[in-house]
C-alpha cells in the first residue's frame, strides 16, 4: 500500500492537471477556428472555453517590472490560470527563442513555476505548444 503523498507530489499532480485541462480548452478553440488569426481573438476565445469549463484565469494582469529595487513600468500577461500557470499565446509562424524567453521572464515576474506556450498558427496545436518549469 503507498503511504500518502506528498505536499509536491500533489502540488505537480495539480499543475498538470490544470495544464492539461488549460491544453483541452486550446484544442477545442483550435479546432473551431483554425490557425491564421490574430492573437487577440484567440486568447478571447480561449477565456470564452475557460469560462465554460469553469476554469479560474486572469487576463492581462498587470506586472511590474524593476531594476535595481526600482520601478520601470509595467507590462502584461496573457493569462495566469488557476493562480499557477502562466500562458502566453501566439500566433506566429514559427516560435522564436525570443517567445521562451518571454514566457519565462513573465514565470518569474509572475513567481509562478509554470508556464505554457501556446501558438494557435500550428498547423497541429499540439506542435505549437510548450511547457516550460522553472
Given at each position: 500500500?503507498?503511504?500518502?503523498q506528498?505536499?509536491?507530489?500533489t502540488?505537480i499532480?495539480?499543475?498538470n492537471a490544470?495544464t ?10 483550435h479546432r473551431?477556428?483554425g ?5 487577440p481573438?484567440?486568447e478571447?476565445a480561449?477565456?470564452?472555453?475557460l469560462d ?5 484565469y486572469q487576463?492581462?494582469p498587470r506586472?511590474?517590472?524593476?531594476y ?9 500577461v496573457d ?5 499557477a ?8 509562424t514559427t516560435?522564436l527563442?525570443v517567445?521562451?524567453a ?5 514565470m518569474r515576474a509572475?513567481?509562478?513555476?509554470v508556464g505554457?506556450?501556446?501558438?494557435f498558427?500550428a498547423r497541429l496545436l ?6 516550460m518549469?522553472?
Amino acid at each position: 500500500m503507498k503511504g500518502p503523498q506528498s505536499l509536491r507530489d500533489t502540488e505537480i499532480d495539480r499543475i498538470n492537471a490544470i495544464t492539461s485541462q488549460i491544453i483541452g480548452a486550446a484544442i477545442e478553440v483550435h479546432r473551431a477556428l483554425g490557425p491564421g488569426l490574430l492573437e487577440p481573438l484567440y486568447e478571447t476565445a480561449l477565456c470564452i472555453e475557460l469560462d465554460d469549463r469553469r476554469i479560474a484565469y486572469q487576463r492581462q494582469p498587470r506586472v511590474e517590472a524593476f531594476y535595481k529595487g526600482r520601478r520601470l513600468g509595467a507590462y502584461r500577461v496573457d493569462l495566469i490560470v488557476e493562480e499557477a500557470v502562466v500562458v502566453e499565446i501566439k500566433g506566429v509562424t514559427t516560435l522564436l527563442p525570443v517567445f521562451d524567453a518571454q514566457l519565462l521572464t513573465y514565470m518569474r515576474a509572475t513567481g509562478k513555476r509554470v508556464g505554457l506556450l501556446i501558438n494557435f498558427n500550428a498547423r497541429l496545436l499540439k506542435e505549437g505548444i510548450r511547457r516550460m518549469i522553472l
